[in-house]
C-alpha cells in the first residue's frame, strides 16, 4: 500500500538535544498525525494536526501541518531517556479515509 | 477504561495451522481498525468495521484472511491455513468516529514456523 516518507529512519543522540523528523507525501492531506510506539506496545497518539499551516505543541513535542499539505514535522525538544521508541507520522487525505503510515523512526537517547 | 485488549499477546504456530486473533475495543468506540506490522511493509490497515459492519476489507491480502465482529466489544481476524510470510504483530485499534483518535492495542506477535 501507500506509505508516506518519514526521514531519518534512526536517529542516536545524546540526552539534552533537540530532535527533528518530518514526512511527506506525494498526496495532499487534510490531518497529519504523529504516534510514538513503545516495544511491545500499541502506537500512542501524540499530537494531530487538522490545518495547513496549524502548529501545535504537546509539552516537549512539536508539530507542524505543512503548508502544502503534503509534509509535517515533528520536533522534540530537550530529549530524555523515555523518549526512546518509533515515531510515526500518519496521514488522512479525505474525511473518513483510511490513515496512512510512514515507515517510522527509531530514536534512541543516549544518557 | 482498561483500552484496547486484545489475545494471545504472543502466537507460535506451525505452517498450515489455523490462528485467531481477538480483540476487545474500548466500551462505546463504533469504529474498529485491524493492522498488521511488519518490517519490510510497515503498518498496514487490513480491515475496518463500523458499528459491527464491514466497510473496508481492501487491505485483507488474501482470501485465507477473514474478519468477523459479531457484536460492539469482540472481534476476530482468522489466518486459515496460516503460512510463515503471515508472522507480524498484529494491531487492533478503535474509535469514537471514523476520523477520531484510533487507540490502539498492545499487538498480537504472530509467529507461524
Known amino acids: 500500500g501507500q506509505q508516506l516518507n518519514q526521514s531519518p529512519q534512526s536517529m542516536f543522540i545524546q540526552e539534552g538535544e533537540d530532535v527533528s523528523m518530518n514526512c511527506t507525501s506525494s498526496s495532499i492531506f487534510n490531518t497529519w498525525l504523529w504516534y510514538k510506539q513503545d516495544p511491545g506496545e500499541g502506537p500512542v497518539l501524540l499530537i494531530a494536526?487538522?490545518?495547513?499551516?496549524e502548529l501545535t505543541s504537546n509539552g516537549r513535542l512539536t508539530a507542524q501541518f505543512g503548508i502544502t499539505r503534503k509534509d509535517s514535522f515533528l520536533n522534540i525538544s530537550a530529549s530524555i531517556p523515555s523518549d526512546v521508541g518509533i515515531y510515526f507520522c500518519?496521514?488522512?487525505?479525505?474525511?473518513?479515509?483510511?490513515?496512512?503510515f510512514g515507515e517510522g523512526t527509531q530514536l534512541t537517547v543516549n544518557p | 477504561d482498561a483500552g484496547v485488549i486484545q489475545s494471545p499477546r504472543h502466537e507460535v504456530t506451525e505452517m498450515g495451522q489455523e490462528v485467531t486473533l481477538r480483540c476487545k475495543p474500548i466500551s462505546g468506540h463504533d469504529y474498529l481498525f485491524w493492522y498488521r506490522q511488519t518490517m519490510m511493509r510497515g503498518l498496514e490497515l487490513l480491515i475496518y468495521?463500523?458499528?459491527?459492519?464491514?466497510?473496508?476489507d481492501s487491505g485483507m491480502p488474501e482470501d485465507r484472511f477473514s474478519a468477523k465482529m459479531p457484536n460492539a466489544s469482540f472481534s476476530t481476524l482468522k489466518i486459515q491455513p496460516s503460512e510463515p510470510r503471515d508472522s507480524a504483530v498484529y494491531f487492533c485499534a478503535s474509535s469514537q468516529g471514523v476520523d477520531n483518535e484510533q487507540f490502539f492495542g498492545p499487538g498480537t506477535r504472530l509467529t507461524v514456523l
Open positions: 500518519a496521514g488522512r487525505e479525505t474525511s473518513g479515509s483510511r490513515l496512512t
Open positions: 468495521f463500523n458499528n459491527n459492519v464491514p466497510i473496508d
Open positions: 494536526l487538522y490545518k495547513a499551516g
